[in-house]
């Protein structure tokens, strides 16, 4: 399939494939779920959720436990891993595809992003807010890696592949009818639930 950008070939491929094993441990869901209790616990239930870059549906796992009857989707360039997604999820909840080409008129109470946008060439990020944003019914949630201005940082040898910057502030600016709700840091060296160094933030649309 042919993508707009080399990032998405990128994670279409191999490198995508074996992302699936390093992240699909017993340790990394229960970090999940205690990083999404403390989270969203400034806001009531969340019917349902579609995730940008599910993967395999760590995240929405975690979200499961916490919201049984909670609806989901899931987003999913690589193949593999939306193979998995489907087999959590079901056919008719995931997408495999990119960001880019993902049309839907479902809307979600939170749409969730959660290393990805570090990850999407910055010549298209304004579209991936669109999506974020159009997809969502009332939040929206990033977890990313921040940097107050634009940076590019090496990712396991490899550049053009990850990138730092102010996502949610570019998000509120973009956006007016959209206000900050709460915003915090997960560390690596968390001693019982470690995160990968993320800055999240949850924002409601007010319109």
Known sequence: M???????????????????????????????????????DKIGGIDSVTEFGANIGMNLKALKLLYPNQTQYGIEINQNAAKELVDFLGRDKVFNGSILDFKSDIKSTLSLIKGVLIHINPDVLSEVYDVLYQTSEKYILMCEYYNPSPVEVNYRGHSGKLFKRDFAGEFLDKFSDVKLIDYGFVYKRDPAFPQDDLTWFLMEKTL
């Open 2 to 40: 042919s993508y707009k950008t080399g990032q998405e070939d990128f994670w279409a491929g191999e490198f995508g494939s074996d992302y699936i094993q390093r992240n699909s441990s017993e340790q990394f869901l229960a970090a999940n779920l205690h990083f999404f209790s403390k989270v969203l």
